[in-house]
């Protein structure tokens, strides 16, 4: 029998999930009429019924939504991770290493220097600019899905963005040992450590999974996992990263890259992760807008101004620079960089871990990281459409 809060607490959690589902399917509509992809309409109506704005989403189901990201994160990662295979990188895996680490390097370099020229502290300074490094993979995953183009642009695009990530964690991971090592020199192996354990440990956790899940799956229905296969594997593997604490994310991308290579045997490997992924993502969305909070933009200033403008140029002059040295085509070179400006919370998470080491400039780190993400979350996923338009249509 249910008691009458539990009974609440039910039928309020089924009745936003409902309603959050449908949004969902309309802003999909909505997005094929215009010019802003879905995303980005779903975060704006994550912002509006969110605290900033009309406050109508209960806690019971708010609660929720360091699970359901994720569980979201995880399908991403591991639809990312399948774009990573041998025969998709043949042509064009110079191009994505360079491009990839080019814009990762040259952003949080040019971040890192603004704002020690504009007075920044050293330390905040250098985290901030390896916060910038990172991109957005959910974001820029279902801008690539709903666009309708299947040319090369929107493949490089994917390789990338599954590069991007482990490069900007490596590139945290060094911050945070030399702001350690200035700190108390003690603790930089420690740090290093740290960021060795979560990349190194979530490879091999996917490596170890997606092994046998490679040979074993898709022996029920000949060629093609079933769902409960599929989302078995997928969460089995998050579950062991998050109680091993190492790198979730990297460890599903690992995952579906073992799989896509190595399961001959199946014809449509990620079709079943692909079919139920977007009912998470809307939620996923939805929630992320509803979560931020806009009374912090007027607490930042100068530092989120300079933060954003040199994140976008390093973004733009990196992947450009990566282009060239791949020798990469003209749409690559003019519109990659555009296309990697969507940044989103895992830039929280990142400035959550590093304010441990610097907690004077806790609360001004934080700020930043939420401000930017607000904004480029909105803002990036629509650069992201301009640039799949642009470059595949060139």
Sequence with gaps: MHTTSNLEADYLFLLTLGGILISGLIFSVIGQKTFLPRVTLLLIFGVIIGESGLDFIPD?????????SEMALLMVGFLLGGKLTLSSLNHHFSIAMWISIAAAVTTTLMVFFALLLFGVPFEMAIILGCIAAATD?????????ESKYKKPFKNL????VALDDAWALILFGVGIAVVSSLNSPDIESSALLIVIKDIGGATLLGLLIGLPAAYLTGRINPGQPVLSEALGVVFICGGM????????LISSMVLGAVVGNFARHHEQPFHEVESIEWPFMVVFFILAG???????????GVISVIYMVFRIFGKLLGARAGSLIGKADKQTRTWMGIALLPQAGV?????LVASNYIPEYRQTLLSVAVVSTILFEIVG????????????AD
């Design 241 to 248: 990263a998050l109680w091993l604490g190492v790198s979730f």
């Design 60 to 68: 019971v189901f708010s609660n929720k939504f360091e699970i359901i």
């Design 290 to 300: 509803a979560s931020l909070d806009l009374k912090l933009v007027s607490h930042v």
């Design 137 to 145: 993979p959910a974001a820029i995953l279902d801008a690539t899905m």
């Design 157 to 160: 695009l994917l390789s990338i």
């Design 381 to 392: 996923p629509v650069f992201t459409r301009i640039a799949l338009n642009r470059g595949e």
């Design 347 to 351: 830039a929280i998470g990142v400035a």
